[in-house]
């Protein structure tokens, strides 16, 4: 690849050292590939010259949104990767539809749907990933077991494909390629729109946060809570305290005034042992952990390796898990500032083809969220064993591991993991990017 070959384009190419080692590295800092060339595209057409100039030269390209993937998935080592973010803005709202560009974060979707009224559905805990880098993997968070994932809400994707060229897929029109991109690992081409459904924005959001010392009665209650759908927002913790578990669900109602929760009949027949209760604009809810952001960075550990494991368990065996993996995590494994997530989701509410949860009725996600060393790769080595560790263990059970962790994945895992739905991924990518030149950082190569 030298500089007189380059497509022409009006974005930038990027060479320098400090935008290669930015592209070769991410929020997990455990893999280190550099590209070797970063394109800054400044249209579609950017998008598709790259591609095509690639796939005439055999060379591996990687989109990268907001680079928080745990483990490499957004990294090409010796190719190209497109940074999304520098698209240009493109972001209308249309009857209850936005339409924006991919690389746009969660937080730009808001800033032009929220002053009309307006929001998606189902958001991730944090604001600043992208559209893009979420829609290729699904996106949870505690709306989920109301509205299903983020791929669940998308009317339509632009897509430039892995052979450069540019097509407007939806469920009426090229499908196969719609449903090969929603939760498709960016196998099939590069998302460069994408349009969302919304719904009405509250106001406000009143927080509970509900404490329990069994395990069994903090399943039970979201369990019930899930099925009856009376909270608008559910997900839930185990919290270490003083070398024993607590757990905690945070159950949230979204309301505009003159409406108010009922709290009588919200917080009925849960067997909580405490409550706390906050209220706050539904906004400053949705940017919960811009403040936690804010503090780790100025401590320090924002920027530590974060080896991150995110798993969704069968019902039945989401109380042996938990119980086995929490007697195996002390401090030394979770690390001062980790985080453990558990709550579930209906699956009836899942609807993205490719988005792979267990069989049932509910299924847990169980997230590992561990903040590694920064000096000390041996102790990152042995976290990201015991993420291999659980991988293994879930899928023993029946269960899923999120496409954003930290495990490596071979392409007979993912056929394993894609399960039924195999068969669409593997002629997608066949039909729309033959030479397997796409995010090879999620380990996907066909045939096998
Ligand atoms: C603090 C934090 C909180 C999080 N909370 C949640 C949460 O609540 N729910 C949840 O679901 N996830 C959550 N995540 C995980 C996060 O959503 C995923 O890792 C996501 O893939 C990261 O998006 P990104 O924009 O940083 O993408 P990147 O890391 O840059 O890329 C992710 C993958 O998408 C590909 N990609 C990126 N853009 C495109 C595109 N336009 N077209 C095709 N492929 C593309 C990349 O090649 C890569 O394979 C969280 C992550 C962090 C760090």
Redesign the pocket.
Known sequence: MSDEILPAITGEILTDDAALDRAGN??GDLVHARPRLVVRPASVIDVAAVLRFAVARDIPV?????????YG??QAPGGIVLD?TSLPPRRTVTGEVVSVD??ARWRDVLDVTLPRGLTPPVL???LD??V???L??????GAAHHHGVQTDTVVELEVVTGTGDVVTCSRDDDRELFDAMLGG??QC????RACLRLVPAPARARRWKLYYDSLSAFLADQREVVRDGRFDYVEGQPLPVEGTWRYMIEAVAYYTPPASPDEETLLNSLSFLDAETSDTTYFDFLNR?AEAETLLRAEGSWFHP?PWIDTFLPDSAVEQVVTGTLAATGEAELGALGLILLYPVRADRLKTPLFKVPDGELVWLFSLLRTGSPVDPLHNARLVGLNVDLYRKVSALGGKA?P?TAVPRSTAEWREHFGSSWPLLAEAKARYSPKNLL?P??GLRLPE
């Open positions: 991410d929020w990687a989109a990268r949104g907001a680079g928080h993937s745990p998935q957004g999304m991919a690389g991730t805990d944090y990933v992208t893009g880098g979420t290729v993997i699904g996106g949870v968070g690992l960016g081409g590069v998302i460069t952990v974060h999120y954003s995010n950082g999620q």
